[in-house]
């Protein structure tokens, strides 16, 4: 058994060439001559690519005993490493399209073999240049609701999904957005991050009972509500993308929570994106045009989300008191009203909150950026605080339209 340590590029490449000679990886030929290097810049992780002479490549991915963008006064279990290559695996069994494959995990090394999916872009670099990609929603509505029905108590049986639910316990990355979704962003805490110019805003969230209300709402059903095993980090930086291809990553958020959450996220994402080109895009046409995209994906998303879901309920439900079409339609539309609410909470997060978005900090001016905070925050607290009205697909994205026009 390794004892732990962290990487650098050296060890990672030992590291595969061991694991070729073992025959743990059939990846590279056995005369591999392989090089490597660390490119990570995400919040939590080193991520080395390691290559062959013929440019064939796979990712090595450890996680360290702390939050890399915070340093080492922030522990954090390795234990989310197992967590990421078991959901993925889990995910990867239901869908293994739109779900990254793992290649190689090793538990006391906190590290994961990846297939490279450096041929594709991250979806928030490619959003952020405004490119469009039309299978996306399609794509996320498929992944999110095949792995959440398969995980549901609609297919597996109670015995079943509560040793899921114990296998996917992950209290410690839970937490983090248990604190930074659902509570920094309400009250006055030093990870909160906003500009000076933000904080008549800031204080309009804090002294707001009704959108407190919400969030504590969405909070308890994240904690207590284990519907699914979700990805539990579904921004767009967790979504690899081209015109043909989805490809989902990095879920060691995982967990077995509220169905609506997944799906909010990414909405939340979409929206962020959105009001990012108010002033990344300065000519109106090319804005309207691109931002129509944005809006489509979004529609696309939840209307395929909900349409597939229901599908798989009535197709292939193993609870048939579950199924009846009642049931199915009163628990969709409370997973879509969660929806609603978790992404209004997203955008407020990402706004003011520790971890923002590269969409709306990269605006160089900073008055256009303040312009975009303040539109992010108001439209974050009216999806929140008006999401239990929203019915249907109609009465979301006539509030939708009324809070961006
Ligand atoms: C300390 S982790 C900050 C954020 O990065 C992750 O990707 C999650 O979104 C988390 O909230
Ligand atoms: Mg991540």
Redesign the pocket.
């Known amino acids: 058994m390794a004892k732990y340590f962290a990487f650098n590029a050296e060890h990672a490449v030992d590291y595969i060439k061991h694991l070729i000679k073992n025959g743990g990886l059939d990846f590279f030929k056995k005369e591999a001559k392989l090089t490597a290097y660390e490119f990570g810049d995400g919040?939590?992780n080193l991520v080395f690519r390691v290559n062959d002479e013929s440019n064939n490549s796979v990712i090595l991915k450890q996680a360290l005993p702390y939050?890399r963008?915070?340093g080492e006064s922030w522990p954090l279990t390795l234990d989310r490493a197992r967590i990421e290559a078991e959901v993925l695996v889990n995910h990867g069994a239901i869908c293994s399209e739109h779900t990254a494959e793992v290649l190689h995990y090793n538990p006391e090394l906190a590290l994961t073999v990846l297939e490279d999916l450096g041929h594709l872009q991250i979806l928030r670099g490619a959003q952020i240049k405004a490119e469009q990609f039309p299978l996306v929603a399609e794509h996320v509505a498929h992944y999110l609701s095949y792995t959440g029905f398969y995980n549901s108590d609609f297919y597996l049986t109670a015995q079943h999904k509560k040793a899921k639910v114990c296998q996917f316990s992950n209290p410690e990355l839970c937490q983090?957005?248990e604190d930074?979704f659902f509570s920094d962003p309400y009250i006055i805490h030093e990870r909160n991050n906003f500009p000076t110019e933000l904080s008549e805003n800031v204080a309009s969230i804090r002294n707001n009972s009704a959108l407190k209300l919400a969030a504590a709402k969405l909070k308890a059903k994240f904690l207590a509500c284990p519907q699914t095993l979700l990805h539990g980090?579904m921004?767009s930086g967790s979504i690899f993308v081209d015109q043909k291809t989805t490809k989902i990553i990095d879920p060691e958020?995982g967990f077995f929570g509220p169905v609506g959450f997944d799906i909010g996220s990414f909405m939340g994402n979409i929206l962020l994106n959105y009001c990012a080109q108010n002033a990344r895009i300065t000519e109106l046409a090319k804005r309207r045009q691109y931002q129509t995209h944005l809006l489509t994906c979004l529609q696309d998303c939840y209307t395929l989300f909900e349409q597939k879901w229901l599908n798989l309920i009535t197709h292939h439900s193993n609870d048939a008191s579950l199924a009846t079409p009642e049931f199915a339609r009163y628990y969709l539309q409370q997973v879509l009203q969660d929806a609603v609410g978790y992404c209004g909470a997203e955008l407020i997060r990402r706004t003011i909150g520790?971890?923002h978005v590269a969409d709306i900090d990269g605006i160089e001016d900073s008055q256009a950026r303040l312009a975009v905070q303040q539109q992010t925050l108001i439209l974050g607290e009216q999806l929140m605080v008006n999401a239990h009205s929203c019915n249907n697909k109609d009465d979301f994205f006539a509030l939708l339209i009324s809070l961006l026009n």
């Open positions: 919040n939590l939050a963008c915070v983090i957005t930074l980090d921004h958020f520790l971890a």
